[in-house]
């Protein structure tokens, strides 16, 4: 997978930004909807969400009406694996006419605002960073997010946090994991039974990939078990988010086209 680095969107291009805050009281859902700049095309590098306890809100992002990004998952974890970075290595595109939607949960005992920014590209951008690939015959880098979400009781050992593999092979980049009851949670990762992280504190995984990526990706194939093994070593019971950064392993998909 070839990466261009240090892009630098073209002089036409306009800053892209947006952000819109929720009420959501305690136990009530809402939406916070993106919709595309003037019906043009745009690109997405970066979601940076904040609420004042972004642990007790879930979140699920969805192109549309029925392509989820990721689902349920603690608004904290999606800050996590976003904040300490410039963003993907490439960005997720919205196309014309259609949209960026957060399904938004408060489960917590208080009434909570939510704000949600997203940072990206505009259709010139896009387009000038689709040409730079082109120009060296290289596929545009195609971001997926591999999540999952428990509860664990306390003193639960080595539970499957049930993050499923893509229906293609993708080769994962960042992870990022949040939860509720700090230096409690430890996490361990394989592969169709090969181990890619021993058993680690939740914070330490956040300390090796919270502004790196991975000294060496790995692939999880497609439909292959990829197992996100959680324990819970505290006296109360966990609320606990995975989400891992990755990318489309190998050539483009010819029924998902990058053209704008």
Known sequence: MK????FIPPTESTPFNPAKTVDIPAGGSSQILMNGMGGESFGVRRILPYAPNMDSILVSARLNEDLYLFRDLQLSVVHQLFKGTQGLLAPFIIQKSNSLVFELENIGPAKQPVNIQVIGYDHYGLSKLQAIYSEIGAPMPQPRFLYGYIVLPSGAVNMDMGVKA?????????????????????ASLKVYNTTIRNEVFLEQINDEFGQFYANVPFIVGSNVPFQV????????????????????????????????
Do not use: W
């Open 229 to 260: 093994y959680t324990s819970n070593n505290g006296p109360s019971q966990a609320h606990v988010s995975f989400l891992c950064e990755a990318y489309v392993s190998g050539q483009t998909e010819s029924n998902n086209p990058l053209k704008v």
């Open 3 to 6: 990466i261009v680095t240090n």
């Open 166 to 186: 893509k229906s293609i092979d993708v080769q994962a980049r960042r992870l990022a994991m949040s939860s509720d009851r700090p230096g409690d949670i430890t």
